[in-house]
Nanobody, 128 residues
Framework: QVQLVESGGGTVQAGDSLRLSCEAS????????VGWFRQVPDKEREFVAA????????YYRDSVKGRFTISRDNAKNTVYLQMDSLKPEETAVYYC?????????????????????WGRGTQVTVSS
Protein backbone atom coordinates (compact mmCIF):
# COMPACT_ATOMS: atom_id res chain seq x y z
CA GLN A 1 0.00 0.00 0.00
CA VAL A 2 0.93 3.61 -0.31
CA GLN A 3 0.91 6.30 2.34
CA LEU A 4 -0.73 9.54 1.35
CA VAL A 5 -0.40 13.10 2.64
CA GLU A 6 -2.64 15.95 1.52
CA SER A 7 -1.72 19.62 1.49
CA GLY A 8 -2.92 22.89 0.01
CA GLY A 9 -6.14 23.44 1.90
CA GLY A 10 -7.07 26.78 3.36
CA THR A 11 -9.69 29.48 3.62
CA VAL A 12 -10.77 31.30 0.47
CA GLN A 13 -13.70 33.36 -0.72
CA ALA A 14 -16.39 32.13 -3.05
CA GLY A 15 -15.13 32.16 -6.63
CA ASP A 16 -11.49 31.71 -5.64
CA SER A 17 -9.22 28.81 -6.49
CA LEU A 18 -7.14 26.30 -4.55
CA ARG A 19 -4.84 23.52 -5.61
CA LEU A 20 -4.64 20.48 -3.39
CA SER A 21 -1.73 18.08 -3.52
CA CYS A 22 -1.59 14.45 -2.52
CA GLU A 23 1.93 13.14 -2.09
CA ALA A 24 2.48 9.41 -1.89
CA SER A 25 5.30 7.36 -0.49
CA UNK A 26 6.28 4.06 -2.06
CA UNK A 27 7.87 2.94 -5.29
CA UNK A 28 4.71 1.57 -6.90
CA UNK A 29 2.73 4.80 -6.97
CA UNK A 30 2.29 4.63 -10.74
CA UNK A 31 0.34 1.40 -10.30
CA UNK A 32 -2.40 3.05 -8.23
CA UNK A 33 -5.41 5.04 -9.23
CA VAL A 34 -6.12 7.93 -6.86
CA GLY A 35 -9.35 9.54 -5.80
CA TRP A 36 -10.33 12.72 -4.00
CA PHE A 37 -13.24 12.72 -1.58
CA ARG A 38 -14.68 15.27 0.79
CA GLN A 39 -16.64 15.11 3.98
CA VAL A 40 -18.52 17.41 6.29
CA PRO A 41 -19.63 16.47 9.81
CA ASP A 42 -22.57 14.09 10.00
CA LYS A 43 -22.53 13.40 6.27
CA GLU A 44 -21.13 10.52 4.29
CA ARG A 45 -17.87 10.98 2.50
CA GLU A 46 -18.56 11.94 -1.11
CA PHE A 47 -16.65 11.38 -4.30
CA VAL A 48 -15.08 14.42 -5.95
CA ALA A 49 -12.68 13.18 -8.64
CA ALA A 50 -10.46 10.25 -9.57
CA UNK A 51 -7.63 9.54 -11.94
CA UNK A 52 -6.43 6.18 -13.19
CA UNK A 53 -2.89 4.98 -12.59
CA UNK A 54 -1.61 6.08 -15.99
CA UNK A 55 -3.52 9.34 -15.88
CA UNK A 56 -5.37 8.40 -19.05
CA UNK A 57 -8.85 8.55 -17.52
CA UNK A 58 -10.33 11.05 -15.13
CA TYR A 59 -13.74 11.12 -13.48
CA TYR A 60 -15.65 13.85 -11.67
CA ARG A 61 -18.85 14.27 -9.74
CA ASP A 62 -21.30 16.24 -11.81
CA SER A 63 -21.27 19.34 -9.63
CA VAL A 64 -17.53 19.96 -10.12
CA LYS A 65 -17.21 19.21 -13.83
CA GLY A 66 -15.71 22.16 -15.65
CA ARG A 67 -14.38 23.69 -12.43
CA PHE A 68 -12.12 21.01 -10.89
CA THR A 69 -9.22 19.28 -12.60
CA ILE A 70 -7.42 16.21 -11.32
CA SER A 71 -3.93 15.43 -12.60
CA ARG A 72 -0.89 13.46 -11.57
CA ASP A 73 2.87 13.55 -11.86
CA ASN A 74 4.11 10.01 -11.31
CA ALA A 75 7.72 11.20 -11.30
CA LYS A 76 6.89 13.23 -8.21
CA ASN A 77 4.51 10.67 -6.69
CA THR A 78 1.89 13.39 -6.52
CA VAL A 79 -1.72 13.87 -7.54
CA TYR A 80 -3.24 17.35 -7.77
CA LEU A 81 -6.75 18.68 -7.54
CA GLN A 82 -7.14 22.14 -9.04
CA MET A 83 -10.35 23.68 -7.78
CA ASP A 84 -11.66 26.81 -9.45
CA SER A 85 -14.77 28.89 -8.82
CA LEU A 86 -15.18 27.41 -5.37
CA LYS A 87 -18.55 27.58 -3.65
CA PRO A 88 -19.36 27.89 0.06
CA GLU A 89 -21.14 24.52 0.01
CA GLU A 90 -17.85 22.91 -0.96
CA THR A 91 -16.43 23.62 2.47
CA ALA A 92 -15.23 20.25 3.76
CA VAL A 93 -12.26 18.15 4.68
CA TYR A 94 -10.75 16.84 1.48
CA TYR A 95 -9.11 13.44 1.42
CA CYS A 96 -7.06 11.65 -1.16
CA UNK A 97 -7.14 7.89 -1.28
CA UNK A 98 -5.90 4.91 -3.23
CA UNK A 99 -7.78 1.71 -4.04
CA UNK A 100 -5.98 -1.62 -4.39
CA UNK A 101 -3.17 -1.66 -6.94
CA UNK A 102 -4.05 -2.22 -10.58
CA UNK A 103 -6.84 -1.34 -13.02
CA UNK A 104 -10.02 -0.02 -11.45
CA UNK A 105 -13.46 0.35 -12.98
CA UNK A 106 -15.00 3.78 -13.24
CA UNK A 107 -17.85 2.84 -10.92
CA UNK A 108 -15.51 1.41 -8.29
CA UNK A 109 -13.42 4.57 -8.29
CA UNK A 110 -16.44 6.64 -7.29
CA UNK A 111 -17.20 4.60 -4.16
CA UNK A 112 -15.13 5.42 -1.08
CA UNK A 113 -15.64 1.91 0.26
CA UNK A 114 -13.36 0.53 -2.46
CA UNK A 115 -10.36 2.51 -1.28
CA UNK A 116 -7.72 1.06 1.04
CA UNK A 117 -5.24 3.86 1.75
CA TRP A 118 -6.28 7.29 3.01
CA GLY A 119 -4.56 10.51 3.90
CA ARG A 120 -5.51 12.48 6.99
CA GLY A 121 -7.28 15.17 5.02
CA THR A 122 -6.91 18.89 4.47
CA GLN A 123 -9.53 21.47 5.40
CA VAL A 124 -11.01 23.64 2.67
CA THR A 125 -13.21 26.52 3.81
CA VAL A 126 -15.02 28.69 1.30
CA SER A 127 -16.59 31.84 2.69
CA SER A 128 -19.45 33.67 1.01
Amino acid sequence: QVQLVESGGGTVQAGDSLRLSCEASGRMFAAYSVGWFRQVPDKEREFVAAITNSGTNTYYRDSVKGRFTISRDNAKNTVYLQMDSLKPEETAVYYCAAPPMGPQHRVALQNWKNYRSWGRGTQVTVSS
